[in-house]
């Protein structure tokens, strides 16, 4: 099945840094998203992206179907950016959405 | 974005009893709804797609007469973990496919204790 990995695994940032989050996964897909899971558990939906550039606010996100990856961008990080981020993706031949590890982020004031 | 809810938010019960989760689409209609599971500082595992009318379709490794699925209604999905142990004590996820959007939406999850 399709594999999904994220990178780094951790990070920490002082506030009002910028950040990228990577993502690759190993076949073709027709949906990737990326999520914020807070730190009581609830995923929020950031991005669904399975290709070209969005914007909203200070996040970002660029997926690059052909070379098989996404990226996420955070700028001026804010303590509530903390949490982990994860992305999923669907192959084109499947119904199913596969998470990848996730980014541990952790913004200090 | 769209609205998943899910009940209960916490539960704790004692080994050997059933527990029932629902997850409900409030703001649209999911004909498909999928069943997670995360263990501690760990990525969520697929453990069944819910579909309406029909049977679940579960992952491999994943007992299911043990963990029950009903979805039955286009905004309800069901998840009756039988005969919890100790070892089913997890985190709990729902998600609803909203069709018009191509876009799985999440509950707040479940955290189950089993004593």
């Known amino acids: 099945g399709i594999q999904v990995e994220q990178s780094p695994p951790d990070l920490i940032l002082q506030e009002g840094a910028n950040s990228t989050l990577r993502c690759n996964f190993s076949d073709s897909v027709n949906n990737l998203q990326w999520f914020h899971q807070n730190p009581w558990g609830q995923l929020i939906n950031l991005f669904y992206?399975?290709?070209g550039t969005k914007q909203n606010g200070r996040l970002s996100a660029t997926t690059v179907a052909t070379e098989r990856y996404s990226l996420l961008y955070i700028s001026s990080s804010q303590t509530t950016d903390s949490g982990v981020y994860f992305c999923?993706?669907?192959?084109?031949?499947?119904?199913?959405?596969?998470f990848g590890s996730g980014t541990r982020l952790l913004v200090r004031p | 974005g769209a609205v998943v809810s899910q009940h209960p938010s916490r539960v704790i019960c004692k080994s050997g009893t059933s527990v029932k989760i629902e997850c409900r689409s409030l703001d649209f209609q999911a004909t498909t709804m999928f069943w997670y599971r995360q263990f501690p500082k760990q990525s969520l595992m697929l453990m069944a797609t819910s579909n309406e009318g029909s049977k679940a379709t579960y992952e491999q490794g994943v007992e299911k007469d043990k963990f029950l699925i009903n979805h039955a209604s286009l905004t309800l999905s069901t998840l009756t973990v039988t005969s919890a142990h100790p070892e089913d004590s997890s985190f709990y996820i729902c998600?609803?496919?909203?069709?018009?959007?191509?876009?799985?939406?999440f509950g707040p999850g479940t955290r189950l204790t089993v004593l």
């Open positions: 999923a993706a669907r192959m084109d031949s499947s119904y199913k959405l596969i």
């Open positions: 998600s609803a496919w909203d069709s018009s959007t191509d876009t799985q939406y």
């Open positions: 992206i399975p290709s």
